[in-house]
């Protein structure tokens, strides 16, 4: 096969390429250059936007051997992830820019310029398994579960993860680390990215506010109550807990919780931890991994990146997916996303629109 | 493979690899009193004196450096700082097509140092207009610190009149200088009879080593230095002489001159037959710069097209992958291609400016070059168009 493998500069995307080589595949590097105004050598490695890191990857290219270009996706990733994740935010959501950047980018913008230039699929150092199913490739958790990455990946439909390949979703993390090392990648100790790669300090309240400008608001309790104030309200998420100004003692000395953010009114209302719990989950946009669930099918759902699942039956009407839970659930931010898995499988996604 | 990307770099001669590696197994720094700093200096100066017989300079004016780009700041900023002297000039003009070389030293002047830059517009070849030089330092004479006007565009070819330019700024007294590094030893070029003050080239281009250059430049031009440290060059450039580097280049210089006459009439034949073949094969295909092919408008070893509907940076990984080295000609940071700036002031949409090549002839160029690209450029431009095509209906 002919094999784009988009390089990082860290080191799970060397190791899947290094993988993918070794399989006899033909393989050809690009890095994503993603960020219009990239920082020089910022401290540390935190994704996809640095001059270091495009050297990294470019090092890696050398060390395996592979054809090495830069694709210029600088213009896309902010009208199609940076823009959205401003407008979301400003709207009272909670967006998860990774899942937006395989949606839009890697797998739709870097996916069909591959394909047209004649590349059979794209691989990348996600931790996922495609595995063969009855009606085609299946989108599965990766095998280490604290690496897991299935989550960003389930708004792939089954053409897109047709085209993909995931060459670490059966191997545990420090298993790749050893084999980077073994095989000379000069990344292998580079520490993992967490952050969002276009906030190069990781402050996110800080980047919204110098996009959104400061709107000063009030933190209200469920009757209305003036509990303290904001600067804007769009630096929430529903369950936070930490870093909420209150300026008020609470009657029960309890901690309180985000329940809900009004970008019209620009109020910010906190409750008690009991106040978070939700029972159903009302979520728009579903995509599919494979055939379109039917109604009443029973699923582990997953509503945030690295969190827990609930069993939750499925309904699915004129675009929107509503999912009860068989238990409460808390923390349930508008604009995450929904997941849908059995087992390890993932049968699709929805972006969370309401939470009952 | 076909390497055409001489522009870039071109394989360095053998003379300049004979003297190059010849002096490398010599001691002495020319500096030194003794006879083996004697024996080095007598190699620099030789070095010196052929390079300025083949460029039509005096040997006191040609300045070693280590590479064009240092080459360029030397003229821009030195000469900027010395025209501060008397008093305050705080204007340069500089052609809008300048290498980056020098239009980041002179946007740092501008950034740090209060300078104001007017940018030298082009036509549609990206050619300069003297009578601009003229009139600009003519509305203002004493506010005008220097010219700087490239001998020929790195990237579309076109050959500038800085003779006309070095003529309506000398009534002046402003000092001018022009980027040479793709002229020197492919076109004529007579440093005295051209009347600029200052003339960058480089060793790389013409054949000799990377990592050496030369800065002619007149007996009153006098550029404040960019380093400090010994004075070993007329005090305007420290920094012990690099004799191997430096012998290298004037072998190449001198071979370079000694063929150039029947070397780049073979190159520019070759470069027609190179812009005939891609043209028939993708005839909408559009050639960039001077369509007139003679040396005095087009260096020989040019040819600069534009792909309607593909990315450039496509095309050169399909072309890559089938042995054809070529550029996209833009400047990259984290290797991020910017449309070009010298496509953009010719008038070029940055669509436009995106879609284009370039692909440069040097001296081991041969037909086999030329035929291995026009083979494959019909379906290199095919695919190209349907991935964007592709990418460009999903966004």
């Known amino acids: 096969m002919r094999v784009l493998a988009a390089l990082s500069g860290g080191v799970d995307s060397a190791v899947a390429a290094a993988r993918v080589r070794d399989a006899g595949h033909d393989v050809t590097a690009v890095h994503l250059a993603l960020s219009s105004n990239p920082q020089t050598f910022r401290s540390g490695a935190r994704g996809c936007c640095s001059l270091e890191d495009s050297r990294d990857a470019r090092r890696v290219a050398d060390v395996l051997g592979l054809p090495y270009y830069v694709w210029d996706l600088a213009e896309q990733f902010r009208a199609e992830v940076v823009d959205d994740f401003l407008s979301e935010y400003a709207a009272g959501r909670t967006p998860n820019p990774c899942l937006r950047c395989n949606e839009r980018i890697k797998f739709a913008a870097v996916l069909d310029r591959a394909v047209g230039l004649g590349f059979d699929v794209v691989c990348t150092g996600h931790y996922a398994q495609i595995l063969d199913g009855l009606d085609g490739p299946e989108l599965h958790r990766a095998v280490d579960p604290d690496k897991d990455q299935s989550y960003v990946l389930a708004v792939l439909d089954r053409d897109q993860i047709g085209r993909s390949l995931f060459p670490l979703g059966d191997s545990p993390k420090a298993e790749v680390r050893r084999e980077a090392a073994a095989r000379g990648i000069l990344v292998a100790d580079k520490p993992d990215s967490h952050d969002i790669c276009f906030i190069a300090d990781g402050d996110t309240k800080g980047f919204l506010a110098s996009h959104l400008g400061e709107r000063p608001g009030h933190v209200v309790d469920s009757d209305g109550v003036v509990l303290g104030n904001h600067d804007g309200a769009y630096a929430f998420t529903v369950g936070q807990r930490k870093g909420l100004g209150l300026t008020v003692a609470t009657p029960d000395r309890q901690p309180r919780y985000v329940l809900s953010i009004e970008p019209t009114t620009n109020i910010v209302t906190v409750g008690p931890r009991e106040a978070l719990g939700v029972n159903e989950i009302v979520a728009e946009r579903p995509r599919w991994c494979g055939a379109q669930v039917v109604s009443g099918e029973v699923f582990a759902v997953q509503y945030r990146a690295h969190g827990e699942t609930v069993t939750a039956t499925v309904h699915v009407d004129s675009g929107l997916l509503?999912?009860?839970?068989?238990?409460?659930?808390?923390?349930?931010?508008?604009?995450?996303?929904?997941?849908?898995?059995?087992?390890?499988?993932?049968?699709?996604?929805?972006?969370?629109?309401?939470?009952? | 493979m076909a390497y055409l990307d001489h522009a870039a770099t071109t394989p360095m001669l053998p003379a300049a690899m004979a003297a190059l590696t010849k002096e490398l197994g010599e001691v002495g720094n020319p500096s030194s009193l003794h006879a083996a700093g004697r024996r080095a200096r007598r190699a620099v100066e030789e070095s010196r004196e052929a390079i300025a017989a083949a460029f039509g300079a005096r040997p006191s004016e040609v300045v070693f450096t280590a590479g064009g780009t240092e080459a360029d700041n030397l003229a821009v900023k030195g000469l900027y700082w010395s025209r501060q002297k008397e008093r305050p000039r705080p204007r340069i003009l500089a052609s809008s097509v300048e290498h980056h070389a020098v239009l980041d030293p002179v946007r740092w002047l501008v950034e740090h140092q209060g300078a104001e830059v007017v940018?030298?517009?082009?036509?549609?070849?990206?050619?300069?207009?003297?009578?601009?030089?003229?009139?600009?330092?003519?509305?203002?004479?004493?506010?005008?610190?220097?010219?700087?006007?490239?001998?020929?565009?790195?990237?579309?070819?076109t050959v500038q009149p800085v003779g006309e330019c070095a003529a309506a700024a000398a009534p002046f007294g402003v000092p001018i200088h022009s980027d040479a590094v793709q002229v020197a030893g492919h076109l004529p070029l007579d440093f005295a009879a051209s009347g600029l003050d200052a003339v960058t080239l480089s060793g790389h281009k013409l054949g000799g080593p990377v990592g050496v250059g030369a800065l002619l430049l007149g007996r009153s031009a006098t550029p404040a230095p960019l380093i400090h440290g010994g004075g070993q060059e007329r005090d305007v450039r420290s920094g012990t002489l690099d004799t191997p580097s430096i012998a290298g280049f004037a072998a190449a210089a001198t071979e370079a001159i000694d063929a150039r006459r029947s070397r780049e009439a073979t190159i520019a034949a070759l470069r027609n037959e190179l812009i005939a073949g891609v043209i028939e094969q993708v005839p909408d295909a559009r050639l960039n710069g001077d369509p007139r092919l003679d040396e005095d408008h087009r260096l020989p070893g040019n040819a600069h097209l534009s792909f309607p509907g593909c990315e450039g940076d496509s095309l050169l990984m399909l072309l890559d992958a089938r042995g054809v080295h070529c550029s996209t000609g833009s400047a990259c940071s984290a290797g991020v291609a910017e449309p070009s700036h010298v496509l953009l002031a010719i008038g070029s949409s940055p669509a436009e400016a995106r879609s284009s090549l370039r692909f440069s002839l040097g001296h081991t160029s041969t037909r086999a070059d030329v035929d291995q690209l026009v083979a494959v450029i019909g379906p290199v431009v095919e695919r190209a168009r349907a991935a964007r095509a592709s990418t460009a209906a999903q966004v």
């Not at chain 1, 068989?326 to 931010?333: I, N, T």
């Not at chain 2, 203002?140 to 010219?147: F, G, I, K, R």
């Open chain 2, 119 to 157: 940018w030298l517009e082009v036509d549609s070849v990206g050619r300069v207009d003297a009578r601009q030089v003229h009139e600009e330092i003519a509305s203002d004479p004493e506010s005008v610190a220097l010219v700087t006007v490239m001998w020929a565009n790195n990237e579309v070819g």
């Open chain 1, 322 to 356: 509503r999912a009860t839970l068989d238990e409460p659930a808390s923390g349930v931010a508008p604009g995450q996303t929904l997941v849908l898995y059995d087992g390890t499988r993932v049968r699709g996604s929805a972006t969370i629109s309401a939470a009952l």
